[in-house]
């Protein structure tokens, strides 16, 4: 089956830095992908969509310029969080769609602390 | 827009027994339906879908589940768990723009 990559699976950093999450499809072209938000003992929410070649669609609420994304190919679509703070840490997750909604994989996830 | 309802937040089971996870949908006409699975600390994992026809779906690991419309369900079921069923399991439903919106999920624990 389709195969989602993301990396790192888990980072710590300090307060005032910017981490970089990369989401890869390694099977399989993924024109959008989807950056979701996790906290402990929650749903996910969704953040943005990100689609190659062109401008990210942040949900209301999601600060823009602090979540930066970029799917700068079909393969990869990058999250970054700038000048990251305490209240960032969470668990962070990307999909890709293959085919439409029918045929969405997800990447293992990222654990984000940030001190 | 569309969405879903799982009324249950942790449900603990014996191992070997049967169980089953509630999810109730909003929306007005048959909608698309999922149930994902997360281990802890990992993504998700498909584990069935539901787009039309056979009201009852045959999944992954040995689940299934049935979409009721006159209930507005679509509760995930499984015979017999085992320990490695203990997760963390979500319903959705795509939106308006085919991007999913999660239920706010269960919890399964699974007891020797």
């Known amino acids: 089956g389709a195969v989602v990559s993301q990396h790192p699976s888990r980072v710590i950093c300090k307060s005032g830095t910017s981490v970089k999450i990369e989401c890869r499809s390694l099977?399989?072209?993924?024109?959008?992908m989807f950056w979701y938000r996790q906290f402990p003992k929650q749903s996910l929410m969704l953040m943005a969509t990100s689609n190659e070649g062109s401008k990210a669609t942040y949900e209301q609420g999601v600060e823009k310029d602090k979540f930066l994304i970029n799917h700068a190919s079909l393969t990869l679509s990058t999250l970054t969080v700038t000048s990251a703070h305490p209240e960032d840490s969470s668990f962070y997750i990307c999909?890709?769609?293959?085919?439409?909604?029918?045929?969405?994989?997800f990447g293992s996830g990222t654990q984000l602390s940030v001190l | 827009a569309q969405s879903v309802t799982q009324p249950d937040i942790h449900i603990t089971v014996s191992e070997g027994a049967s169980l089953e996870l509630r999810c109730n949908y909003s929306?007005?006409?048959?909608?698309?339906l999922f149930w994902y699975v997360q281990s802890p600390g990992q993504g998700l994992q498909l584990l069935l879908k539901?787009?039309?026809?056979?009201?009852l779906v045959q999944g992954i690991k040995g689940f299934e589940a049935e979409f009721k419309r006159s209930q507005s369900s679509f509760n995930l079921r499984k015979p017999s768990v085992h320990w490695s069923d203990a997760a963390e399991y979500f319903c959705?439903?795509?939106?308006?723009?085919?991007?999913?919106?999660f239920g706010a999920g269960t919890t399964v624990t699974v007891r020797a």
């Open positions: 929306y007005g006409a048959t909608p698309y």
């Open positions: 539901y787009f039309s026809g056979d009201t």
């Open positions: 099977d399989f072209q993924a024109t959008t």
């Open positions: 959705a439903v795509p939106s308006n723009d085919y991007k999913l919106s």
């Open positions: 999909s890709a769609d293959r085919d439409g909604h029918e045929k969405l994989f």
